[in-house]
């Protein structure tokens, strides 16, 4: 007898089984039999989770360029090829991978954090603003591994490695943090998560946000405040729209730039105490603030101000 047999057999003992009980109102027993019943589904029908590329974080994956998308002057979305076509990148919410090259002969290793997700096979997506040399004048030779990535060419193979993180976003406003990369993970539950990004720090952003949204039984909401030099630097902004759009009620998003245009409708200026006031949920048990950007926004402006307004270092989180 097949093993399929062998549950089918067992299933209709199961459906048995409950319709006796249940003429005994044996509650308990019952749920017993529902709970067998629904095993038996889920082996038999339920959908088996696809392999992922990112097997162990140790290991080194080169993936090939298979598209480059221009998205302003000097941003572009990189898709590459995972390892197979059914499979998925195998990245947690809340983590990031490693990209590693040889540059000039020095080895270069940044981190980023895909704007794609686990629902996507067979590619991941980057979306990267490149820093070119004589651009700023504090950094005359620009970003050594966003400009590699500028010359690669389709076809070419960067190396992956992941996932790394201390954050996990476990779904329902359950997050696992460690405190180091040593340490167990605490797990702290929010019904508020308030985020302030800077720049590229926009991506975990989209990535815990897009999570939230994706279940509907899911009842955290998410605040963004978004703080980038120009309108024209906010990186990501019609995805963050479409999700505001989709999910008013549920995502709260906000911009503040340091050069505002004529009829800017946001706000201007660094992060302030009056923005995290305004824009974030209240401090409280049931509040979690996130933040990704330059250190000297985090240090200068971001915890100042989170401590003016009493959010509670113990509930924040710096990517």
Request: with cysteine; hydrophobic share 40%; charged share 25%.
């Amino acid at each position: 007898m097949s093993d399929i047999d062998n549950c089918l057999t067992l299933l209709r003992v199961c459906y048995t089984w409950e319709f006796q009980l249940r003429a005994f109102d044996f509650q308990y027993f019952c749920g017993l039999a529902n709970s067998i019943r629904d095993l038996i589904f889920s082996l038999l029908f339920g959908k088996k989770k696809p392999a992922i590329t990112l097997k162990d974080p140790t290991i080194k994956y080169p993936l090939k360029l298979i598209d480059k998308e221009i998205i302003s002057h000097d941003t572009r979305k990189f898709r590459f090829a995972l390892t197979s076509p059914e499979e998925v990148l195998g990245l947690p919410i809340g983590q990031h991978i490693y990209l590693s090259a040889k540059i000039d002969g020095n080895l270069v290793v940044r981190p980023y954090t895909p704007v794609s997700s686990d629902d996507d096979k067979g590619f991941v997506d980057l979306v990267i603003k490149i820093y070119y040399k004589n651009v700023h004048p504090k950094f005359p030779e620009g970003g050594k591994m966003s400009q590699y990535l500028e010359s690669l060419r389709i076809g070419e193979t960067i190396d992956f490695r992941g996932p790394s993180g201390l954050l996990i976003y476990q779904g329902k406003g359950e997050f696992a943090i460690k405190p180091d990369k040593k340490s167990a993970a605490v797990i702290k539950k929010a019904k508020h998560v308030g985020m302030i990004a800077g720049g590229t720090g926009i991506t975990p952003m989209l990535q815990i946000i897009r999570a939230v949204m994706k279940d509907p039984k899911d009842p955290t909401l998410c605040y963004l405040l978004f703080a980038n030099q120009t309108e024209k630097d906010i990186l990501l902004r019609p995805e963050l729209e479409e999700v505001l759009a989709n999910h008013p009620s549920r995502f709260k998003l906000w911009y503040t730039v340091d050069r505002a245009p004529d009829g800017w409708e946001y706000s201007q200026g660094f992060i302030s105490e009056e923005m995290v006031r305004e824009r974030l949920p209240p401090p409280s048990e049931d509040t979690l603030i996130l933040m990704c950007g330059p250190p000297p926004m985090i240090q200068f402006a971001c915890n100042p101000n989170l401590d003016k307004v009493g959010h509670s270092s113990a509930r924040r989180f710096t990517f």
